[in-house]
């Protein structure tokens, strides 16, 4: 219904038709006006006059035209089916007859209500998903996103057709969702446990270190199997077949079978290695799929090669090389210069005793350090070739004095960050026995950070005894002494351990070997091992010679599979980085290569990254219908099954709840908003100049 409304007094209305009939009065009706013409024309071009003022000045007013709308909102029926694999692995044969009826069940309902569908499983979506692929179920999220989408619209009722089984999420029955709408379970699936042995869970971590031993513990499961046997076993499994590791028999002894089973295995290869955990299959076993599991472990080689080169035998080599070996990231192999046959490059880090000397140059060696990069330390004592030394490095430049030697202590200087120092540390340090120094003049560079200085006998000198720095893109350190191995026995006899001194001595290594990622051209993966529902996403990075990030130029990944199957990508630009989605991808290992080119280089970037199976819907394959019809009285439905779909709709209309609901809304328009009328006026005016014009009244 429309009604108008004015925002002044409706005798205004009064004054806008007198001033219509004024104009028109003293246009057309005054003495001697059109004179020459018929009265009946005279009147008609007054009433057209009249009733165009008369408008006009109506509008003028600004009128308002109220409008009532009225909307009839369908109750909404959301029909969310069970996407999971154990739900497709239930229907079985019957899976076309089931959605035939789920079919004329929505055709059912959509003639009185708006039917909405629904697949969950892993995650909730519209549409109805026929391939049952889902790796997981998730009720508690199904019925919760239902809730969210439609808490404020006329929600009917939720038809929820499920097995029951959900293993991911909350408990649906105690989830918090707010659904204030009936919910009618299909219960699908077989609540009868079957004759069933399984590998319910193994526990593992995802990271080991190369060398190390590592556990994984299984947990063993079996139904309806009292007095089976069957045998577990471990493999390693690569591109060329499977290995077995360890196997160990199984005798069930009761129908409520569970037993945790520990291996103990050696991670002898770097890289993500593959495992497959499998139980043998009994007989008369209903699913021999969930007898096997298989994890991915990364095996990360952190071990750092670190070479203790010497210019001769010296207690100071055991030393350093007891200090590191603890750690099981360090491989620390010692060497003499008069036999060292090995290649430098093959090291990360190296310590230089006594070196270069008046014996050993070593020219070639320094020069593949500064090539490659390579981080080292110098412990320069009395066999130093001290003219070698400082052109080796510029930290420190020692003017030796003639043969004789200081005895020298070590006290902290001020204002060292490059690594952190314990509190007991630096107070037993400056006690430690005196080390043997050179006589002679020791002055800091410019790319020195001194940590230690010197004390001679009872005087704090400013001579550098233990520095560090970078030089030319490189780590070194300089110990301008020789004798660290008091220092180590010095501390077990204070404190019946070497725990400070290999604190310092780590330290200074760890510092000193730790290298910056100056590549300029990265990938980054979030982890190595994705779940095969889990899309794998890349980040890339490109630097120009000044390190600024830019993407301009086009970047391409292949990623390739162990059997060789292998997907080419573009990356996509972000920002002023790069990012690719590469989706799902099968279960294996993979190996992916990153090229791009800038600037007339080409740049490259390897890695790898594993996909590991989910199996979580085939370690529960009893449906759970008492869950369902709980989960249907909580939410004031029912339960049914496959064969009473054809009654649903009736069921649903029978209830007083489920009605359409009536919403009026009220719309107001200006009325110049209406551009007919507009038009009604100039036609008006045009029809009175039309007829005046014809008629010779001008």
Same mark, same amino acid.
């Given at each position: 219904?429309?009604?108008?409304?004015?925002?002044?007094?409706?005798?205004?209305?009064?004054?806008?038709?007198?001033?219509?009939?004024?104009?028109?009065?003293?246009?057309?009706?005054?003495?001697?006006?059109?004179?020459?013409?018929?009265?009946?024309?005279?009147?008609?071009?007054?009433?057209?006059?009249?009733?165009?003022?008369?408008?006009?000045?109506?509008?003028?007013?600004?009128?308002?035209?109220?409008?009532?709308?009225?909307?009839?909102?369908?109750?909404?029926?959301?029909?969310?089916?069970?996407?999971?694999?154990?739900? @497709?692995?239930?229907?079985?044969?019957?899976?076309?007859?089931?959605?035939?009826?789920?079919?004329?069940?929505?055709?059912?309902?959509?003639?009185?209500?708006?039917?909405?569908?629904?697949?969950?499983?892993?995650?909730?979506?519209?549409?109805?998903?026929?391939?049952?692929?889902?790796?997981?179920?998730?009720?508690?999220?199904?019925?919760?996103?239902?809730?969210?989408?439609?808490?404020?619209?006329?929600?009917?009722?939720?038809?929820?057709?499920?097995?029951?089984?959900?293993?991911?999420?909350?408990?649906?029955?105690?989830?918090?969702?707010?659904?204030?709408?009936?919910?009618?379970?299909?219960?699908?699936?077989?609540?009868?446990?079957?004759?069933?042995?399984?590998?319910?869970?193994?526990?593992?971590?995802?990271?080991?270190?190369?060398?190390?031993?590592?556990?994984?513990?299984?947990?063993?499961?079996?139904?309806?199997?009292?007095?089976?046997?069957?045998?577990?076993?471990?493999?390693?499994?690569?591109?060329? @077949?499977?290995?077995?590791?360890?196997?160990?028999?199984?005798?069930?002894?009761?129908?409520?079978?569970?037993?945790?089973?520990?291996?103990?295995?050696?991670?002898?290869?770097? @890289?993500?290695?593959?495992?497959?955990?499998? /139980?043998?299959?009994?007989?008369?076993?209903?699913?021999?799929?969930?007898?096997?599991?298989?994890?991915?472990?990364?095996?990360?080689?952190?071990?750092?090669?670190?070479?203790?080169?010497?210019?001769?035998?010296?207690?100071?080599?055991?030393?350093?090389?007891?200090?590191?070996?603890?750690?099981?990231?360090?491989?620390?192999?010692?060497?003499?210069?008069?036999?060292?046959?090995?290649?430098?490059?093959?090291?990360?880090?190296?310590?230089?005793?006594?070196?270069?000397?008046?014996?050993?140059?070593?020219?070639?060696?320094?020069?593949?350090?500064?090539?490659?990069?390579?981080?080292?330390?110098?412990?320069?004592?009395?066999?130093?070739?001290?003219?070698?030394?400082?052109?080796?490095?510029?930290?420190?430049?020692?003017?030796?004095?003639?043969?004789?030697?200081?005895?020298?202590?070590?006290?902290?200087?001020?204002?060292?960050?490059?690594?952190?120092?314990?509190?007991?540390?630096?107070?037993?340090?400056?006690?430690?026995?005196? /080390?043997?120094?050179?006589?002679?003049?020791?002055?800091?560079?410019?790319?020195?950070?001194?940590?230690?200085?010197?004390?001679?006998?009872?005087?704090?000198?400013?001579?550098? /005894?233990?520095?560090?720095?970078?030089?030319?893109?490189?780590?070194?350190?300089?110990?301008?002494?020789?004798?660290?191995?008091?220092?180590?026995?010095?501390?077990?006899?204070?404190?019946?351990?070497?725990?400070?001194?290999?604190?310092?001595?780590?330290?200074?290594?760890?510092?000193?070997?730790?290298?910056?990622?100056?590549?300029?051209?990265?990938?980054?993966?979030?982890?190595?091992?994705?779940?095969?529902?889990?899309?794998?996403?890349?980040?890339?990075?490109?630097?120009?010679?000044?390190?600024?990030?830019?993407?301009?130029?086009?970047?391409?990944?292949?990623?390739?599979?162990?059997?060789?199957?292998?997907?080419?990508?573009?990356?996509?630009?972000?920002?002023?980085?790069?990012?690719?989605?590469?989706?799902?991808?099968?279960?294996?290992?993979?190996?992916?290569?990153?090229?791009?080119?800038?600037?007339?280089?080409?740049?490259?970037?390897?890695?790898?990254?594993?996909?590991?199976?989910?199996?979580?819907?085939?370690?529960?394959?009893?449906?759970?219908?008492?869950?369902?019809?709980?989960?249907?009285?909580?939410?004031?439905?029912?339960?049914?099954?496959?064969?009473?779909?054809?009654?649903?709709?009736?069921?649903?209309?029978?209830?007083?709840?489920?009605?359409?609901?009536?919403?009026?809304?009220?719309?107001?328009?200006?009325?110049?908003?209406?551009?007919?009328?507009?038009?009604?006026?100039?036609?008006?005016?045009?029809?009175?100049?039309?007829?005046?014009?014809?008629?010779?009244?001008?």
């Amino acid at each position: 219904m429309d009604n108008i409304s004015f925002q002044y007094p409706a005798w205004y209305l009064l004054l806008c038709l007198a001033c219509g009939a004024l104009y028109a009065a003293l246009l057309y009706l005054r003495p001697g006006a059109l004179k020459d013409q018929p009265a009946r024309l005279r009147l008609g071009l007054a009433v057209l006059r009249f009733l165009a003022v008369s408008l006009i000045a109506v509008l003028l007013l600004e009128p308002l035209l109220r409008r009532i709308a009225t909307e009839v909102q369908k109750p909404v029926i959301v029909l969310a089916r069970d996407a999971s694999e154990s739900v @497709g692995n239930a229907l079985g044969d019957e899976k076309s007859s089931f959605l035939e009826r789920w079919e004329r069940l929505a055709e059912g309902l959509s003639e009185d209500f708006e039917v909405k569908p629904y697949s969950f499983g892993e995650g909730v979506r519209p549409g109805l998903d026929t391939a049952f692929s889902d790796k997981e179920t998730d009720i508690a999220e199904a019925l919760a996103g239902i809730y969210s989408l439609y808490s404020g619209q006329n929600l009917g009722a939720v038809v929820l057709a499920s097995d029951g089984i959900y293993n991911k999420g909350s408990n649906p029955l105690y989830a918090v969702s707010g659904l204030n709408a009936p919910l009618y379970s299909v219960a699908l699936g077989d609540t009868t446990p079957q004759r069933d042995l399984l590998v319910k869970r193994v526990f593992h971590n995802r990271i080991v270190y190369l060398g190390d031993r590592f556990s994984i513990q299984v947990d063993v499961l079996a139904e309806n199997a009292n007095g089976a046997r069957s045998t577990l076993r471990v493999y390693q499994v690569s591109e060329g @077949g499977q290995r077995l590791l360890k196997e160990e028999a199984v005798v069930v002894n009761s129908n409520r079978f569970f037993e945790t089973r520990e291996f103990i295995l050696d991670a002898p290869a770097a @890289g993500v290695q593959r495992y497959r955990v499998e /139980l043998a299959r009994i007989e008369g076993e209903s699913n021999p799929v969930n007898n096997r599991q298989e994890i991915f472990i990364d095996v990360l080689d952190a071990r750092q090669k670190i070479l203790v080169l010497a210019n001769a035998p010296h207690p100071d080599v055991t030393a350093f090389k007891q200090a590191l070996v603890g750690n099981k990231n360090y491989e620390v192999t010692t060497a003499y210069a008069n036999d060292f046959s090995e290649r430098i490059e093959a090291f990360d880090f190296v310590v230089l005793h006594n070196l270069p000397s008046a014996r050993f140059d070593l020219g070639p060696i320094f020069q593949s350090l500064q090539e490659k990069s390579i981080p080292h330390l110098f412990v320069a004592g009395s066999q130093v070739n001290f003219s070698r030394f400082n052109e080796r490095q510029g930290l420190v430049s020692i003017n030796n004095r003639g043969g004789s030697v200081n005895q020298v202590q070590g006290y902290w200087a001020d204002g060292f960050g490059l690594f952190k120092i314990s509190d007991e540390l630096r107070s037993a340090l400056p006690g430690f026995s005196p /080390l043997t120094a050179v006589f002679g003049e020791f002055t800091p560079g410019a790319a020195g950070a001194p940590l230690l200085l010197q004390r001679i006998g009872k005087i704090d000198t400013d001579y550098p /005894l233990l520095a560090m720095g970078e030089e030319n893109g490189v780590k070194k350190g300089v110990l301008c002494a020789e004798g660290v191995w008091k220092w180590r026995l010095f501390d077990y006899l204070q404190h019946q351990n070497h725990d400070l001194f290999d604190e310092l001595i780590g330290k200074m290594v760890q510092y000193l070997s730790v290298k910056d990622d100056k590549r300029r051209f990265r990938v980054n993966l979030p982890e190595n091992i994705f779940d095969e529902n889990e899309p794998v996403a890349f980040d890339a990075e490109l630097y120009n010679r000044s390190f600024e990030l830019i993407n301009e130029p086009e970047a391409a990944l292949t990623v390739e599979e162990e059997g060789g199957k292998s997907y080419d990508f573009t990356f996509n630009r972000s920002g002023s980085t790069y990012r690719l989605n590469a989706g799902v991808l099968p279960v294996g290992n993979y190996n992916f290569l990153a090229t791009t080119s800038f600037g007339g280089e080409r740049f490259e970037y390897q890695g790898r990254f594993s996909i590991q199976p989910v199996q979580l819907e085939s370690f529960e394959t009893t449906a759970d219908h008492g869950a369902l019809a709980l989960l249907s009285e909580k939410y004031g439905g029912e339960l049914l099954y496959p064969d009473g779909i054809a009654g649903l709709p009736e069921k649903i209309r029978s209830r007083e709840t489920v009605k359409p609901v009536i919403y009026e809304t009220a719309l107001t328009h200006p009325a110049l908003n209406f551009k007919w009328l507009f038009g009604l006026i100039l036609l008006l005016l045009g029809a009175e100049w039309a007829i005046r014009r014809y008629k010779g009244a001008y």
